[in-house]
């Protein structure tokens, strides 16, 4: 709900738990005044004006000296007007005028939920849901900047956007425009944000705040391996189970960049939004820009409410696919199991062997097209390699029909090799600086994403792949980032625009054909996790969280991404042992507990499986289909966190329903003679009655240590907690699942 109070000035914008307040302040800026719990009041009482030195004030209200931007909270900071804190907004006019001194004009309350232009933002759904925008606007410039609030009162989410508008009568260049401003007056803070590297994605970190700005950014092109555009602000006593937290998340793909500042007064703000960094904007009279959407949430209890909030969301409110909601089969995907090195006859006595196994589906990965036998070569080239495939690719696919089994095929769209038909035909259309050899990453350039032409041949070209090859699955992969930031097609005062009118295409090009090919299911991947964000899940359900299947590795790597991201988005197969990325042996049995925090399939060839093997793979294959609904609906609880001292992790799904608990734990390391391992379960019904259905221990002999129908209260299991057995070998695993006894 959203209210205007014409006494006070004020909007309050309310959830069914948070409320967020702002104001129209004295000289027409608007104020950020509190986004906590629902209560009832107006919190202007604590801007409270005073003279702290150094902190200028605005024309208007200069007498007293304690009114100044420096020191108010606000909705969206400008450069150079008095604020020397983060600024959300820095331009500069052709007639060399700086900055956006933004004052309120207008604002206007509607149902429904705003839209972005050519990118992807959330959707009502069955929500209703209202849009705040509040239009401010600069005298000197002429520059407006509407900002977009979506409330969804059931989901606890408020959106937020930018669109920024030039309505003066000279051009003016965005150096910056972030799409978020949130500060926080009181309080100490910490961060939680999620880093990492190729084959190691979004490791999470908890830091307290420094005095001074600390940066979470991309300028690789894409959200990256490196860090995650999404943060949590906590409490420092705040934990998965309880405690304060503020979550912002960026519904984007492209460079991003948050910054937090504590300031001089202790307060803190957080600026979120595509980064400056080789960024610049140049607007038109009459033109405008929108800023991507942040996802803002506030939670009191804790951390997994926190990530439960944004696993509904992005469910429900910003994935547009069907499958977002929807079972997804259990894959063999052909990478691991034979990287580029098959013809159509390896790949159909995998796709054979998989299925006798109980596999729905067989992904083609790279390798099946143009001359690519190695990553040096053959992107662009779309059409089949007739060496490996004499009979072509539709007859490969539907002999896999045939098996009763779905098809996949990996594509990586967005790159050009220079040993290419496509890149001899067209050297222009690659991202390269005229007069320098281009960066070449994996051997490949970047396709320019920003020129119409190359979108409509991508187009035409995937579209009609798909129209003439019976294929239920694509992996859509993107293996370097970008570089050489020059477009042959824009022109020289432009070049500042390359990345986001990259991404933007890129959106463009993912609208077309997810619109067009509503029932192929899309996977995202870049080098595994390298582009897991919000603006890729609205078109991709899925995505590959990363290229390391070692189980153990996987688990801090799973860990981290279930903060923000939903667990069946969470692409997570069963590879063979030793590792191919650690060369870590593992039993088959835990590889399989950890590919079940995600969608579960397989990465190996099956010829290599022992005959026990394959039948502990058939057994896993019944066990997800009975837990499925359970991993996709239920609500998904971190136990014992990977990244503790503890050499052990486990998580927990709750149905929604709380009739069906499944409790995962996987060992690290073990040592003789362990202390007893002890877990308090979470979000069951304290009064109901659980008993144990099924509970299997691998890679090491185990037994319950109670009577096999003892009958455990949901309290019982919560507060008193549950202990294992002990469990001893190399990394051994338990899921243990538990029913509601009904009667
Ligand atoms: C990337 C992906 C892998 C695989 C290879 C193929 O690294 O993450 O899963 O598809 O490309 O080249």
């Known amino acids: 709900m959203i209210q205007y109070n014409r006494l006070e000035k004020t909007f309050t914008l309310t959830t069914e738990k948070t409320m967020y307040q702002m104001q129209i302040g004295p000289a027409g800026h608007l104020l950020h005044l509190y986004y906590g719990p629902v209560t009832d009041g107006c919190f202007d009482y604590l801007q409270l004006p005073r003279d702290c030195g150094f902190s200028p004030n605005p024309y208007e209200l200069q007498e007293g000296r304690g009114w100044s931007l420096d020191t108010q909270a606000q909705e969206y900071s400008t450069a150079g007007t008095g604020d020397f804190r983060l600024a959300s907004l820095e331009t500069e006019s052709a007639q060399g005028i700086p900055g956006a001194d933004l004052r309120y004009v207008s604002h206007e309350i509607r149902p429904g939920k705003y839209q972005l232009e050519g990118m992807p933002s959330a959707f009502a759904g069955e929500e ?19 900002l977009l609030y979506g409330v969804f009162p059931h989901r606890n989410v408020i959106t937020r956007a930018v669109r920024i508008h030039n309505r003066g009568t000279a051009s003016v260049r965005l150096n910056r425009a972030a799409s978020a401003c949130l500060d926080l007056p009181f309080g100490d803070w910490q961060l939680v944000h999620f880093h990492g590297r ?33 943060v949590i602000l906590c409490q420092p006593d705040a934990a998965d189970r309880f405690g304060t937290c503020y979550g912002m998340m960026l519904v984007y793909s492209g460079n991003h960049r948050t910054d937090v500042e504590v300031d001089q007064a202790g307060a803190t703000r957080a600026v979120m939004g595509i980064s400056d960094s080789n960024f610049s904007w140049t607007l038109e009279p009459g033109e405008a820009f929108e800023t991507p959407e942040v996802l803002l949430t506030f939670t009191q209890e804790g951390l997994d409410d926190l990530s439960h909030l944004y696993h509904r969301f992005i469910q429900h409110n910003v994935c547009r696919s069907r499958y977002a909601l929807e079972r997804r089969p259990v894959l063999l995907n052909s990478w691991e199991a034979a990287y580029m090195d098959f013809d159509a006859e390896k790949l159909l006595r995998i796709a054979r062997d998989a299925k006798s196994l109980g596999v729905e589906l067989f992904v083609i990965d790279d390798g099946w097209f143009g001359n690519r036998d190695d990553d040096f070569r053959g992107l662009g080239d779309w059409f089949v390699n007739e060496k490996k495939f004499p009979k072509g690719l539709k007859s490969l696919l539907d002999s896999i029909h045939g098996l009763g089994m779905k098809t996949g095929l990996w594509l990586e769209p967005e790159m050009i090799s220079e040993d290419s038909e496509l890149y001899r035909r067209h050297p222009d259309w690659a991202l390269t600086v005229p007069g320098r050899k281009p960066t070449i990453g994996r051997s490949q350039l970047v396709l320019d994403l920003t020129r119409e032409d190359v979108l409509e041949w991508l187009y035409e070209t995937f579209a009609g792949l ?6 239920d699955y694509i992996k859509w992969d993107m293996n370097r980032h970008l570089t050489d930031l020059y477009s042959h097609s824009l022109p020289a005062g432009r070049q500042g625009e390359v990345t986001h009118r990259y991404v933007l295409g890129l959106y463009a090009l993912l609208e077309r054909l997810t619109q067009e090919f509503p029932d192929v299911l899309f996977e995202g991947c870049s080098g595994g996790g390298g582009r897991f964000d919000a603006g890729m899940l609205a078109y991709h359900p899925q995505i590959w969280c990363s290229d390391n299947t070692d189980p153990i590795a996987r688990l801090s790597i799973q860990e981290g991404t279930s903060y923000g991201y939903p667990i069946p988005a969470v692409g997570s197969h069963v590879s063979a042992s030793p590792n191919h990325q650690t060369g870590r042996r593992t039993p088959l049995g835990t590889r399989g507990v950890a590919a079940m925090a995600g969608t579960f399939g397989y990465e190996l060839d099956p010829a290599q499986l022992t005959e026990e093997e394959r039948e502990e793979v ?10 499925q ?23 927990q799904f709750v149905s929604q329903d709380k009739e069906e608990v499944l409790l995962s734990v996987v060992l690290a390391g073990v040592t003789s003679n362990p202390r007893p391992l002890h877990l308090q379960l979470k979000g069951l019904d304290p009064k109901a009655r659980y008993q144990i259905a099924s509970a299997d221990f691998y890679g090491c002999k185990a037994e319950l240590p109670h009577a096999p ?14 202990t294992l057995p002990i469990l001893l070998g190399d990394y051994p695993s338990a899921q243990i699942y538990w029913k509601k006894v009904t009667g």
């Open 128 to 146: 209703t849901v209202q849009t705040l925008s509040v239009v401010l606007a600069d005298a000197a410039t002429g520059i407006q900047a509407e």
């Open 198 to 230: 190729h084959t190691m994605e979004r490791q999470p970190e908890r830091i307290s705040l420094m005095n001074g700005v600390q940066t979470v950014s991309s300028s690789r092109g894409a959200s990256s391996h490196q860090h995650n555009p999404f």
């Open 466 to 471: 798909i129209r003439e090859n019976p294929i």
């Open 618 to 627: 058939r057994q896993q294959i019944r066990q997800y289909h009975t837990w």
């Open 629 to 651: 609904d359970l991993i996709r609906e239920g609500d998904y609880y971190r136990i014992q966190s990977a990244n503790a001292v503890r050499p052990y992790t486990a998580w």
């Open 709 to 722: 129908d003892r009958v455990f209260t949901g309290g019982e299991l919560m507060h008193g907690g549950y």
